[in-house]
């Protein structure tokens, strides 16, 4: 039967790299003197009494529509395509630079040219993009079934 090799590989610190303990003491030093320390310790001593005035705030019909309303964001972000949303926030993003030198421009284009801009390709597919969003929000806000993404039951509290 096969027999446990013994091996404690030695730990060398690089040279003028710092200790554990040094470390240590420079975290407490930074904490101490940027306030974060007196805050935490303010916290933690009086934590009962944070969690309490926490917990009363949530207990509130606000307070549980306010968690409701964080899960259903997580919910629907998390079933967001990210290079989807990378696409859409960059394009995003171009537009409204592009939209911003168009309002920095010192005259309007007039009523015939706007109209005119209607025959880019790309103008279109923007419109019929908005035009869908805008259909689906229409036809989602006037169905009458559940939406997707609900948390609650209908019921105006939470029990066990």
Request: charged share 20%.
């Amino acid at each position: 039967m096969a027999q446990p090799i013994d091996f404690a590989p030695s730990v060398q610190a690089a040279p003028g790299a710092f200790s554990a303990e040094e470390d240590l003491a420079r975290l407490v030093e930074t904490l101490h003197a940027s306030g974060t320390l007196r805050v935490l310790n303010g916290l933690f001593g009086r934590f009962d009494a944070v969690s309490a005035i926490a917990l009363s705030g949530l207990d509130t019909p606000e307070g549980r529509r306010g968690v409701a309303n964080v899960l259903l964001l997580g919910k629907l972000l998390g079933g967001i395509d990210s290079d989807a949303l990378d696409r859409f926030v960059t394009a995003l993003n171009r537009g409204l630079a592009a939209a911003g030198k168009r309002l920095d421009a010192d005259t309007p284009p007039g009523t015939v040219a706007t109209l005119g801009r209607l025959r880019d390709r790309d103008v279109r597919r923007g419109l019929d993009a908005v035009l869908t969003l805008l259909g689906t929000l229409g036809a989602e806000l006037h169905a009458p079934t559940e939406p997707p993404f609900s948390t609650t039951d209908g019921k105006s509290s939470a029990s066990p």
